[in-house]
């Protein structure tokens, strides 16, 4: 079991910064993939951005490309989102997911299997 736990939200003004922080506990593994995603009203969950523990690598989806930026502290089993130069289409709950197979596409959050509980970010323009 793995348990995911988001902060960081809240309200900005477009072009403002905000640092998420996605904690984990539980049996973390080295080979864990994280990964954000984001869910506005209406709209289907959108992948954001993602990490595998292990090696590092790191995915962004186009629209917050040079943008965001996701990064980990393992000793904390923290993973960060910092979101530079936000954009009211960026408002939306954000949800960090742990992927525990090692090889599940971490583009698709249907691959992940634990979810936090959420976190709201609002832009205001």
């Known amino acids: 079991q793995v348990q995911l736990v988001e902060s960081g939200g809240g309200l900005v003004q477009a072009g403002g910064s905000l640092k998420l922080s996605c904690t984990a506990s539980?049996?973390?593994?080295?080979?864990?993939?994280v990964g954000w995603f984001r869910q506005s009203p209406g709209k289907e969950r959108e992948f954001v951005a993602a990490?595998?523990?292990?090696?590092?690598?790191?995915y962004y989806a186009d629209n917050v490309k040079g943008r965001f930026t996701i990064s980990r502290d393992n000793a904390k089993n923290t993973v960060y989102l910092q979101m530079n130069s936000l954009k009211p289409e960026d408002t939306a709950d954000y949800y960090c997911?742990?992927?525990?197979?090692?090889?599940?596409?971490?583009?698709?959050?249907?691959?992940?299997?634990?979810w936090g509980q959420g976190t709201q970010v609002t832009v205001s323009s």
């Open positions: 997911g742990a992927e525990t197979s090692g090889i599940g596409v971490l583009l698709d959050g249907l691959e992940y299997d634990y």
């Open positions: 539980g049996r973390i593994f080295n080979n864990v993939g």
């Open positions: 990490i595998r523990l292990s090696s590092g690598r790191i």
